[in-house]
């Protein structure tokens, strides 16, 4: 079979196979992109509920710490309440001056240890009004601050401080338990593999300000060094804090998607295949009733000779037999012979040309007249026409 059907039979499989795989490429990384964001907005609405929900539990956390506020700042009163009240580690009390009221100047050690930790505060009353505003502000809702929250971090753990004006003006502040509140929190969250679980294969994480993680949900376990597909700063007062969103969607889908793609791929390819095959088969097939035409040509060819021979070989007897002035007879053995001999030149001709050097011949052209060709065509035909 020529080589250069065999490379027309391979492009026609590999060229189409290369476009595809070309077009299947674009269009995969085009679904991967969308669906990366698509999985991104989900895991970001995931992630948005989450902070509303931990919101939600500061705000009503803020409405019992201002139902309970003690109404006069008696220093045994005081210390009676927090023993009552579990999530609060300490209290101080400040009048409209700035003076303070509680911790008492004969301060226990844990009120001593708690003024040392807030000793900016102490210095600077208005980081308070000031930490208000700002919340405030990020509501949009331009009211002046009576309340708010103060975050801080000592000894590398964030501690978080409501505070409010009363009707005295004085300002009361509650510094809330780390471990209380982190235990609340986690509380307020779903359980992991619980029914407010995310899905199976999304997992979701609280990070504190160090980027430690408090606590985490989900079904999905990511690899280490695994990139979130979604972040998202907490809200005051933890905005120190964050949550990340793990999953495995993506790489599911984009195997999913490659297996398909491969699937068509090979269908495609497969189908190509029976055509080249069918091409193939249909080629051969003509190039060997092609061969068997020459070889039966060959073969009649050279069984001709033979007779023809014969003939040329017997006619040239009988010329030399016939006297002269026969003239007439000699000149009919004379057109017999030379007919003879032009078939038999056609004949080798026709087996040159069957042979495999049939590229290596060379036709030789040589000088010639005219008009002894037409006259010996005239006078072979004459009894014709």
């Known amino acids: 079979m020529p080589r250069k059907i065999v490379v027309a039979l391979l492009m026609l499989v590999l060229l189409p196979l290369g476009l595809l795989g070309w077009i299947g490429a674009r269009m995969a990384e085009n679904e991967r992109q969308l669906l990366k964001h698509q999985m991104g907005l989900l895991a970001q609405g995931q992630l948005q509920q989450v902070d509303e929900r931990i919101q939600a539990h500061f705000a009503g956390l803020q409405t019992r710490l201002s139902a309970s506020t003690p109404k006069e700042a008696n220093a045994n009163a005081l210390r009676d309440w927090l023993r009552t009240a579990p999530q609060v580690h300490q209290l101080l009390v400040m009048d409209e001056t700035g003076r303070r009221l509680f911790p008492p100047a004969e301060a226990s050690s844990g009120e001593r240890l708690f003024l040392q930790r807030t000793a900016a505060v102490w210095e600077n009353p208005s980081l308070l009004i000031q930490s208000g505003r700002i919340a405030a502000d990020a509501r949009g809702d331009g009211e002046p601050a009576t309340q708010g929250w103060y975050s801080w971090y000592w000894n590398a753990e964030l501690h978080h401080l409501f505070w409010q004006h009363d009707a005295a003006n004085r300002i009361w502040g509650f510094e809330l338990d780390p471990a209380r509140l982190k235990a609340d929190l986690i509380g307020v969250l779903p359980a992991s593999g619980g029914k407010g679980d995310v899905l199976a294969r999304g997992r979701i994480r609280l990070l504190d300000g160090n980027g430690?993680?408090?606590?985490?949900?989900?079904?999905?376990?990511?690899?280490?060094?695994?990139?979130?597909?979604?972040?998202?700063?907490?809200?005051?007062?933890?905005?120190?804090?964050?949550?990340?969103?793990?999953?495995?969607?993506?790489t599911g889908a984009s195997a999913a998607g490659r297996l398909q793609r491969l699937a068509g791929m090979l269908v495609l390819g497969i189908a190509l295949a029976g055509l080249a095959f069918y091409l193939y088969r249909e080629q051969t097939r003509q190039m060997r009733e092609a061969a068997e035409r020459v070889n039966f040509v060959n073969q009649v060819?050279?069984?001709?000779?033979?007779?023809?021979?014969?003939?040329?070989?017997?006619?040239?007897?009988?010329?030399?037999?016939?006297?002269?002035?026969?003239?007439?007879?000699?000149?009919?053995?004379?057109?017999?012979?030379?007919?003879?001999?032009?078939?038999s030149r056609l004949i080798a001709n026709v087996l040159n040309f069957a042979r495999d050097q049939k590229e290596k011949l060379k036709v030789q052209p040589?000088?010639?007249?005219?008009?002894?060709?037409?006259?010996?065509?005239?006078?072979?035909?004459?009894?014709?026409?």
């Not at 606590?215 to 060094?225: L, T």
């Open 301 to 343: 060819s050279h069984e001709l000779k033979t007779p023809l021979t014969n003939i040329r070989m017997y006619a040239e007897l009988l010329e030399d037999q016939l006297a002269e002035a026969e003239e007439k007879p000699r000149r009919y053995l004379s057109v017999i012979i030379a007919e003879s001999q032009r078939l």
């Open 212 to 250: 430690a993680t408090v606590y985490q949900w989900g079904g999905y376990e990511p690899p280490e060094q695994a990139r979130s597909l979604a972040m998202l700063p907490m809200s005051p007062p933890l905005a120190s804090w964050k949550l990340e969103y793990y999953g495995a969607g993506l």
């Open 366 to 385: 040589a000088p010639g007249c005219c008009d002894e060709v037409v006259a010996r065509c005239l006078e072979a035909f004459a009894p014709a026409l």
